[in-house]
């Protein structure tokens, strides 16, 4: 089953990199016919591949299919889990949050509380499958994460994966500073250009 969301993955990335989307209605309707569990979405990052073709898709009926496949797909992140493993969870998403800009930016200013909400919702329901990034107190390398997190907030992919931007653009900047070390760059990371 896996080799087979694999290969419509595949088909699927292929077709976003031609920019032809022909044939993408059969290719979604064959995923929606195969049950889908929470390892085999993070496994094939099939999510990503389906919400890249909604993006581009012209047509009406692959775009609604493709959203409704992501809706879908979205409810496993939410599905039933231990008891234990959900108050970790909310724990560590609560402090994670009210850390947050997003988060002091929401308690000052009432202004759009629903999309707030709503952006608020799709971090709490992120799943981690990597290690924390180590905190650190140094301005330059907090700096590029805010930067990293601001990039990876420009795209509603992270959202769809159901990732913490916040969280994975400490590690991207935690695996740039291991690759200049390991090869022995001493000029500082915020010469580094992100493009």
Excluded at 85 to 103: G, I, L, R
Excluded at 136 to 158: H, I, P, Q
Excluded at 165 to 171: A, K, P, V
């Amino acid at each position: 089953m896996e080799d087979e969301v694999i290969r419509i993955a595949k088909k699927m990335e292929k077709m976003v990199q031609k920019k032809n989307a022909a044939g993408a209605l059969d290719l979604l309707k064959e995923l929606k016919n195969i049950p889908m569990t929470l390892e085999l979405l993070q496994s094939t990052r099939i999510g990503m591949s389906v919400n890249a073709i909604r993006k581009q898709s012209t047509d009406e009926e692959v775009t609604s299919l493709a959203k409704s496949l992501i809706k879908s797909w979205k409810k496993l992140l939410d599905g039933p889990s231990t008891d234990k493993d959900s108050e970790e969870k909310k724990k560590d998403t609560a402090v994670t949050s009210q850390n947050s800009p997003e988060a002091r930016e929401e308690s000052s200013s009432s202004g759009n509380t629903s999309s707030r909400k709503d952006e608020t919702n799709a971090r709490d329901t992120y799943v981690s499958s990597f290690p924390r990034a180590p905190s650190t107190s140094d301005s330059v390398r907090l700096k590029c994460r805010e930067m990293l997190a601001a990039a990876l907030r420009t795209g509603d992919d992270y959202i769809a994966i159901g990732a913490d931007e916040e969280e994975l653009g400490s590690q991207i900047e935690e695996d740039i500073l291991c690759v200049y070390i390991h090869n022995g760059v001493k000029n500082p990371l915020d010469n580094f250009f992100f493009l």
